[in-house]
């Protein structure tokens, strides 16, 4: 689920950059405010390459198999990190497999990074929100919806991007309709991927709770 | 992560091996840019000509190019079956049902050469620069530290959590995971569950490792604002090579869009 180079016009791509560049900026920002970032950093670097390693896990759906994303994950696990996670991950896959683009890497980062943004801030708000709720099913309620959420959200984002921009002869209820169907179609992908990251974040709850913190 | 092999031909004695990395890596965004500008089809084989130019300056073999071609190739099949088919009114020829439209062969044609030209660049950038220094690069363009760090550090250690993952679903293989039949369009849910242990223990162990990582670091510096000498922070002035590549790269790029505006007119 990554824009590959050349489908964007220059401005969508410049437009990309611009909102990567401020996110960026805000996420660093936050990052600073830490009572050690540099503490932060290798714990953060390491889980990076980890996210990058694991997004090679596929869930079997015979007759075919779920990749997956990991983006609300990513939120969740590392907080304000996840955006430059993120902005590395995809910079290594383009630079190295071609999969997504170097022109269009602003653009694929704030359509992932973004919604893992707001995993990580639903994730959060099981201390305010989930308070009736008992331990782990609130655990694993917002981290199912951080997790869906993300996915969700990065696939909307995606299938909008994609149509609007490709076939510019199609008519706008064509594509209101295309949107639609194909957002509907993502509707099962992203309860798999909400899934997988409940039943990990409620494995790393039992087994390294410190992991959760950030 | 089996592409994943950085440094192959990076040691070579090319123009472009030998071309300033800060210049290049701002000569070949500029251009990268100028291409995504197109949108004229007569610019197309200009565009795909200048690639092609650059990458037989680099001097990188062609198979180079191809094995990594590989894996975004498919999205340009995908790009080839269906919107040809789809987009458009002016029916150049059928088949049936099937009718080959003239506006969406062309909307192809423009998509797969600016993709193939961005795509060539990129690969002349990674083939022709050593990954270490093209961060170092970037940082001296103003790459935010932490950012620089993050990417240092993952690059560092994603080939070993790599050999870690593989490591761990071999073990899990030879334990018999995998060998259960599934029923067709279910997700089994104990599957998912290993899958999920499986990830959760691929960054506890990175987890663990990054501390001991950090206490390394520590014990070398890391965090004490250690600046580098004079030497180490000066870069190289860049050769008149340099600045000749850099002027025809740029001049290729002003090119391309003074004449999409043109065009376009």
């Known amino acids: ?214 | 992560m089996g592409a994943a092999s950085f440094d192959t031909y990076v040691y070579r004695e090319s123009m472009l091996h030998q071309w300033s990395p800060r210049l290049k890596l701002v000569s070949l965004a500029v251009l990268m840019f100028a291409f995504a500008t197109v949108r004229q089809l007569a610019l197309v084989p200009w565009m795909l000509g200048i690639a092609a130019l650059l990458y037989g300056l680099s001097g990188l073999p062609l198979t180079f190019l191809w094995q990594r071609l590989s894996y975004p190739g498919l999205f340009i099949l995908a790009l080839v079956l269906v919107l040809p088919f789809t987009v458009g009114d002016t029916v150049v020829s059928q088949w049936g049902w099937l009718a080959l439209r003239q506006e969406g062969l062309l909307a192809t044609l423009l998509i797969v050469g600016r993709f193939l030209s961005i795509l060539t660049l990129g690969f002349i950038l990674l083939g022709t620069t050593p990954f270490l220094t093209l961060l170092q690069a970037m940082r001296s363009l103003g790459l935010p530290t932490i950012l620089a760090d993050m990417t240092l550090l993952s690059y560092r250690y994603l080939f070993e959590i790599a050999a870690m993952l593989a490591t761990m679903q071999q073990s899990m293989r030879l334990r018999g995971f995998g060998q259960t039949r599934q029923r067709w369009l279910r997700v089994n849910s104990q599957t998912m569950q290993q899958l999920a242990m499986l990830a959760g223990n691929l960054l506890i162990r990175s987890y663990e490792q990054s501390e001991r990582v950090y206490k390394a670091m520590r014990l070398r510096g890391y965090g004490y604002g250690v600046k580098p000498t004079r030497e180490q922070s000066l870069p190289r002035q860049p050769s008149a090579l340099s600045w000749g590549l850099t002027g025809a790269v740029v001049a290729a790029a002003v090119g391309l869009i003074v004449a999409e505006g043109f065009l376009r007119q």
């Open chain 1, 1 to 214: 689920m990554h824009i590959p180079d050349g489908i964007l016009p220059a401005q969508v791509c410049a437009a990309g950059y611009a909102i990567t560049g401020l996110t960026t900026w805000y996420s660093l920002r936050q990052i600073n405010r830490k009572p050690d970032p540099t503490a932060e950093i290798p714990k953060a670097s390491l889980l990076t390459a980890a996210f990058f390693v694991a997004s090679s896990i596929y869930i079997p759906v015979p007759p075919a198999s779920v990749h997956l994303i990991l983006n609300g994950l990513l939120g969740v696990v590392l907080g304000y990190f996840a955006f430059p996670a993120i902005l590395i991950g995809l910079f290594f896959q383009a630079l190295v497999i071609g999969h997504g683009g170097l022109t269009t890497l602003g653009v694929n980062a704030a359509m992932m990074g973004i919604p893992a943004l707001l995993a990580y801030h639903i994730f959060q708000l099981r201390h305010v929100l989930g308070k009736p709720l008992p331990e782990p099913a609130r655990t694993g309620l917002f981290a199912f919806l951080g997790g869906a959420v993300g996915l969700g959200l990065a696939a909307l984002i995606f299938l909008a991007l994609i149509i609007f921009n490709i076939p510019a002869e199609l008519n706008a209820e064509a594509e209101r309709a295309a949107v639609l169907a194909l957002s509907v179609g993502h509707v099962p992908l992203a309860i798999v991927e909400g899934v997988f990251t409940a039943m990990l974040v409620l494995f790393l709850q039992r087994v390294k709770p410190e992991l959760l913190e950030g």
